[in-house]
């Protein structure tokens, strides 16, 4: 059941996050991280216990994403979990300490290009577009790596703009992330819908900043055209 959280249904804007609601995070991150492997096996560092690539990725998603938990509640910022996790992995891996910083450098630049999309994510965009909805991608990490990747996945062109919290100087939920992008697009709060997939970063972050939103149920299996049918659906009702 799609979770609709709204005062009002009239927008001038849409802010869209980008991982997990756009482009498909596991087989990005998993793409990224072969690539990693692949450069440290070049540099001939090895491990200490022989363990399979899917082994190692397991670990590594698990690390990576029990850091990202914790920053959503404040524990980090995403610049610290983006030295830590290279760090812990390799530690708990048995990589040699002086691996860390050519895995970390490898998987940056590898992530800069993965561009799996969501399935129904670019008809969304293509819809919101037609609909005359200004669009910008909100989003948690580099600037230069996200934008990156939505041009590789042909979708960069949608958006107006782009608030990455590496370049708004705030990390989602922080309220001060979306009064910036607010103030960067012109816009007052209760103009913008936010859409995402994390109920603490996306929906109760821009709730916190007075705007309304719209949760992507990618664990219950939900599409993003149901998303937005469900979208149009309340609009309609309030017209």
Not at 40 to 63: C, G, T
Not at 92 to 97: D, E, L, R, T
Not at 121 to 127: D, H, N, S, Y
Not at 168 to 189: H, S, T, V, W
Request: aromatic share 12%; net charge negative; hydrophobic share 40%.
């Amino acid at each position: 059941m799609t979770k609709f959280f709204c005062k009002k249904v009239k927008y001038k804007a849409i802010f869209i996050d980008i991982d997990d609601t756009l482009l498909d995070y596991i087989p990005c991150c998993r793409e990224a991280f072969d690539a990693a492997i692949k450069g440290l096996k070049i540099k001939n560092y090895e491990l200490k216990i022989p363990r399979s690539e899917d082994e190692l990725f397991q670990l590594f998603f698990d690390i990576s994403g029990r850091l990202f938990s914790e920053a959503k509640h404040g524990l980090h910022t995403i610049a610290e979990v983006m030295d830590l996790y290279p760090a812990e992995f390799c530690a708990k891996a048995g990589y040699p300490a002086e691996a860390v910083d050519p895995f970390k450098h490898a998987f940056r630049a590898a992530w800069g290009t993965t561009h799996t999309l969501v399935p129904g994510a670019k008809e969304m965009l293509e819809t919101l577009q037609s609909k005359g909805y200004r669009l910008f991608a909100a989003s948690n990490s580099f600037g230069h790596l996200q934008r990156s990747r939505l041009e590789h996945a042909g979708i960069l062109h949608f958006f107006e703009d782009t608030y990455i919290s590496m370049d708004i100087g705030y990390d989602k939920p922080d309220i001060r992330f979306y009064q910036e992008a607010l103030r960067r697009c012109g816009l007052q709060p209760s103009e913008v819908l936010m859409i995402g997939d994390s109920m603490t970063t996306d929906i109760l972050g821009a709730q916190a900043a007075g705007m309304d939103a719209l949760f992507f149920d990618r664990r219950g299996n939900q599409s993003l055209l149901e998303l937005i049918q469900c979208l149009n659906d309340k609009i309609n009702r309030k017209s």
